[in-house]
């Protein structure tokens, strides 16, 4: 049943965000079926504000779909069980400033039922893995960009999750480690992880990533298989999005 | 447990490395130590003791409510508003676990700060034992507007007008007045009123007896109380408040052991309120073991206001939920004053009707809060009574904040980001 279904499936599904009096203000999503399979690497792709972080909120539960079906390993998406599955990493990476390195990742280790012993190896481990050790006992807030980032990607392995979310993983990270995350991204799935990303870097996600999908406007405009695609994404993409007009900087500057 | 201890163990870093709980504390002794040279007393000794136990305590238990009132309003609302809760919903973890953990967290932060008050309160004030309250057993206020109610209604010396304000205005301005009732006790008389189950095994006792007439009348006052083998007499009052020890006495008297009495020895008339006037006290224990008491009481009351902001916070955004928490206190310290010094004459006019049916519904609600204060018993040396604690752990520290956290739970559950 959950092969079948998938371990992310999403049936004609729609997000309409409201004002105060509840007027609709924006279409986020329309009509979006998605399906994602068992180890699968798959790329959410899409222009700036075409619906991609409310698509993976709405499969996290963390929102409510106006419209159509969220299922998340064929069970609603915000039950515990399918929590207790996943790791997520969100656009921007949301730290609790007061926190060391060290206790978020003991934190989130806390949430997903890990033992103390467990917590730490991981803790240590995951540390390593993001290269801050060296600055594990301070505070998270007085962290770089590019250092919060690396914490909250730690933070969403720390449960050795089956199903790995990443709304854009790469967004403030430096030349090396965004060849680091593209290679981790890598070595998970050879692992079996299941991986839904979303990223600007087109190149990088033809090279890691299975299949592809490319909203606009909150609809699906493209999807594919990434393997046997023969030209380049980035091709694709121009073509189902349009060129946009572009910055009129000379008009500004006249 | 364990995650709920995580939420704890979170919550808890946050207001100790924001310093909020460092603030309090500092604020807390800085008060406790400052306020004798801030607020004036009446001079004498024993009225800059009792104003210090009240407000000492009292100033700080306001302080700390107020604090951890916004900051548990805060708390996971502004998580919200910064997004950063989503992270922690994503998990495997129960929602009301996660507004509980909060309010426990913030609920033993103010009980930390209270029981540094309190410890400081106990080590400057060298107090005797506190005693066991005990009133006349009568009807009580309410039983006797209920029997009243029927006569006022057939009265026909009662004007029309006040007939026609509901049933629960009347019944209320009745209770009021029993509460004042006058007794008379002519020269040369005896007053008896009946104590209930009294537990003085061995205890030292005394009468306290409460003067609302003027000094000329109170410095004529002679007379014998009496209670079981023990008598006390009394001449030459000064104060508005004073408390006749009583002895034992060699000739054991008739009559109902049970049964206080007061004989009427001087040439006045002698009138009190039976009600509010006349208490029987029994030494119980000490000092300490009473500020201990009231700490308890106050710290449940604290963990009540803090659930109930946690629970604004996590169904409203962060100034919302800090604003309304704050008209709720302003509310509950205010409320019972509005409703006292409006009664229900001015309930003709529709607009203060529904204000006053508002500040009383919610007066309801926040009673527990707002009307007992342990602080009061505290100052005036009488025992926090065991019910009362037991009450207070219960209700405001136990039931009603898990109730809060299960209501948060279903917010958070509709309101994640
Ligand atoms: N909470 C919200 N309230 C109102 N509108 C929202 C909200 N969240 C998103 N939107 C709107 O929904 C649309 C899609 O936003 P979304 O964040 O999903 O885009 P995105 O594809 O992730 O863009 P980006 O690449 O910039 O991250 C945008 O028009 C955005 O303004
Ligand atoms: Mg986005």
Known sequence: ?254 | MKKFLEILVLESKRLVRTGTAGMLASAAVAWMFAMPYLVRSDGTASGATEMYMKYSLGGVFALVTVALAASAAGSISAERDEKRLQLTLARPVRFFVVALGRMAAISLCGAAVLALATAILVAKIDSRPCSRVYSPKMESPREEALRLYDSVMQDPGIDAEIKKAPKDAILRVLEQKAWDNYQTIPKGRDAAWKMGDVDAKGRLMSVRLRFTNNFDTREKVVGVFRYGGFSGSISNVTQAVVAVPLDSQEVLPEGDPSVLTFSNRGENTLMLRPRRDIKLLVEADSFAMNAVRAWIVLSSMLALVVAFAVFLGSALGKAVAIFTVMSFLAVTEMGPSVVEQYPDALETDTRDRISLMVTRAVGKVTRPVGSFTPLESLAANDMVEFGEVARAVGEDMVVLPLLLAFLSGLALSFKKV
């Not at chain 1, 079948?4 to 049936?11: D, F, N, P, Q, Y």
């Not at chain 1, 779909?65 to 790791?87: I, M, Q």
């Not at chain 1, 606009?216 to 999807?223: I, L, P």
């Open chain 1, 1 to 254: 049943m959950e092969q079948s279904e998938g371990v992310i499936a999403l049936k004609g599904v729609s997000k309409v965000f409201r004002d105060f009096w509840l007027r609709p203000t924006v279409k986020a999503v329309e009509g979006l079926d998605l399906s994602v399979a068992k180890g699968e690497v798959f790329a959410l792709l899409g222009p700036n504000g075409s619906g991609k972080s409310t698509t993976i909120k709405m499969i996290l539960g963390l929102m409510a779909p106006s419209g159509g079906e969220v299922r998340l390993f064929g069970r609603k998406p915000d039950s515990a069980v399918a929590r207790s599955r996943l790791g997520y990493l969100p656009e921007l990476s949301y730290l609790h400033p007061y926190l060391t390195a060290r206790e978020t990742l003991m934190y989130y280790a806390g949430l997903c039922n890990l033992d103390r012993r467990t917590a730490k190896e991981r803790t240590a481990q995951l540390l390593a893995m993001v290269g801050l050790e060296s600055v594990a006992g301070r505070p998270v807030g007085g962290f770089s960009k590019g250092m919060a980032r690396r914490i909250a990607l730690a933070c969403s392995l720390i449960g050795k999750p089956e199903l790995l979310i990443l709304d854009e993983p790469t967004s403030g990270l430096d030349p090396v480690s965004t060849s680091e995350v593209k290679s981790l991204v890598k070595t998970l799935s050879a692992g079996g992880m299941t991986i839904l990303m979303t990223s600007h870097l087109l190149g990088d996600a033809q090279d890691v990533c299975d299949r592809y999908a490319i909203l606009n406007f909150g609809r699906k405009v493209a999807e594919g298989d990434l393997k046997t695609l023969g030209t380049s994404l980035q091709d694709v993409f121009l073509s189902k999005v349009g060129v946009g007009r572009g910055f009129d900087v000379a008009g500004f500057l006249k």
